[in-house]
């Protein structure tokens, strides 16, 4: 029996804003590292994920900055 893989588009959160993949052949990390010109938060921010909701990748950008423990 053949082993059928498949791979899902990677999207991006930051809090609730949706951001599309710059490109896939980027790390998470360096996806981050792109949009961080535009949002300069994502320099303290580490990548979580992925999660598969509706047939996506989705990978989150969450700020460490402000958080206690």
């Given at each position: 029996?053949?082993?059928?893989?498949?791979?899902?588009?990677?999207?991006f959160?930051?809090?609730d804003?949706i951001l599309?993949?710059?490109n896939?052949?980027l790390?998470?990390?360096?996806?981050?590292?792109?949009?961080?010109?535009?949002?300069?938060?994502?320099?303290?921010?580490?990548?979580?994920?992925?999660?598969?909701?509706?047939?996506?990748a989705?990978?989150?950008?969450?700020?460490t900055?402000g958080t206690?423990?």
């Amino acid at each position: 029996m053949a082993l059928n893989t498949s791979k899902f588009p990677r999207v991006f959160k930051k809090k609730d804003e949706i951001l599309p993949d710059p490109n896939p052949m980027l790390s998470p990390e360096e996806v981050m590292a792109y949009y961080s010109n535009q949002y300069p938060e994502l320099t303290t921010s580490n990548v979580f994920g992925p999660k598969i909701e509706n047939d996506k990748a989705v990978y989150e950008f969450k700020t460490t900055v402000g958080t206690k423990g």
